[in-house]
């Protein structure tokens, strides 16, 4: 064991103020990141639990969140000339209003919610894969829908309840999980009852294309010949790329970008002057063992490694800590179904900053050694 670990072993108490300070500034920039990244994520969550394995977007699209007019019912066609292809429709998603019937004691409710459209049968692919047999079987029942636990209350309903949308009476037949949305609710009803309500869209657009292949590990290989065939008529993405591109997507928002740059420098200051002052006390409190370390003949560029060396080993529990501590708030926020999601694109440079800081604090520090004066061990 090294004489830094050892140090920092035997003497925990001295260095704890700089492990929990890299570990504060790691969670607050993680906790905002992985909030805006769980908003995203609960955007996409349709997208994820997709049984399709390509998903077909406008080519001008470069998220689920840009898909402009959409793109011409003609496509689905040509899309099954691929012989890896095993189905395709489109993935209708629309928007209405929503009202609860209040019951004695209990408020009003007035919204906007999301209309997902499903088929309503196991195994289709507009069907999202972790619904249970007896939602896909409430689903079939006309003007019946399906909420997300986490909206129940913003909707006002329990299951079994009535609503209103877009002017016609619907009932509650169950509820999911996993489909928290913090703008507007999501609800799935069947195409059928789409229909009833006046929201099916059967004209001659569509917004984004879902694909069933007969072989989902060549997902890749599959878009890539599909975007060679349609020569520029439209954009086809794995699940997984275009998931990650729509997280992505959302830190181009200039307001996100600004609201997370400012906690990334906020909390890069305080880890920095809180961990250096902190190694800099540390550092003094032991001089004398670094005089006598001296004494011995140790020479200065080795005294400077061995700060070095402490202060990465100060970086490394941080980040130990950092990662307690946000899954301690990533369980809270799932209590309470609050999405959060952290993505490698976020928390590898988190991560990285956090121990560039540690870094960066040992260096400061290393001013200190120039008062372990082997001479002052006769004082």
Do not use: C
């Not at 012989?83 to 429709?89: A, K």
């Not at 289709?124 to 997300?148: K, Y």
Request: aromatic share 8%; glycine share 8%; charged share 15%.
């Amino acid at each position: 064991m090294s004489l830094a670990l050892s140090t920092l072993l035997y003497e925990w108490r001295r260095y704890l103020a700089a492990v929990v300070a890299l570990a504060v500034a790691g969670l607050l920039v993680l906790a905002m990141s992985g909030l805006f990244m769980g908003m995203s994520k609960s955007f996409t969550a349709t997208v994820d639990r997709s049984p399709a394995d390509v998903m077909v977007l406008p080519p001008q699209s470069d998220s689920l969140f840009d898909t402009g007019n959409g793109q011409p019912r003609r496509l689905i066609p040509e899309i099954y000339q691929n012989p890896d292809v095993l189905e395709v429709q489109a993935l209708n998603i629309g928007f209405t209003g929503w009202s609860n019937f209040p019951s004695e004691g209990q408020s009003a409710k007035d919204s906007g919610v999301q209309l997902i459209i499903v088929d309503p049968a196991k195994g289709a692919v507009t069907m999202p894969s972790d619904f249970s047999d007896e939602l896909i079987l409430a689903l079939q029942e006309p003007f019946a829908v399906v909420v997300d636990r986490s909206s129940l209350g913003k909707l006002g309903v329990q299951v079994g309840d009535k609503a209103k949308m877009n002017g016609y009476t619907v009932w509650v037949r169950g509820v999911t999980t996993g489909y928290p949305n913090t703008f507007n609710p999501l609800s799935f009803v069947s195409a059928q009852t789409a229909k009833l309500l006046h929201q099916y869209n059967d004209g001659p657009r569509v917004g984004t294309l879902v694909v069933k292949l007969r072989d989902p590990s060549q997902a890749k290989r599959v878009a890539d010949e599909l975007n060679e065939m349609g020569h520029g008529q439209y954009r086809a993405w794995t699940r997984d790329a275009l998931s990650e591109a729509s997280q992505k997507s959302l830190l181009h928002e200039g307001g996100i970008v600004m609201f997370l740059g400012f906690a990334v420098v906020v909390g890069a200051f305080i880890g920095i002057v809180i961990t250096w002052q902190t190694l800099q006390g540390a550092l003094l409190a032991n001089i004398r063992e670094f005089a006598s370390l001296r004494a011995l003949g140790v020479s200065m560029n080795s005294l400077r490694l061995i700060v070095m060396e402490l202060s990465a080993w100060v970086g490394i529990a941080g980040l130990a800590m950092t990662t307690v501590l946000t899954g301690g708030v990533w369980a809270l926020a799932r209590a309470f179904d609050v999405p959060l999601d952290f993505p490698l694109f976020v928390v590898v440079p988190v991560a990285t900053t956090l121990f560039l800081v540690a870094v960066l604090s040992g260096i400061l520090s290393l001013g200190v050694l120039k008062k372990s004066q082997p001479a002052d061990l006769l004082r």
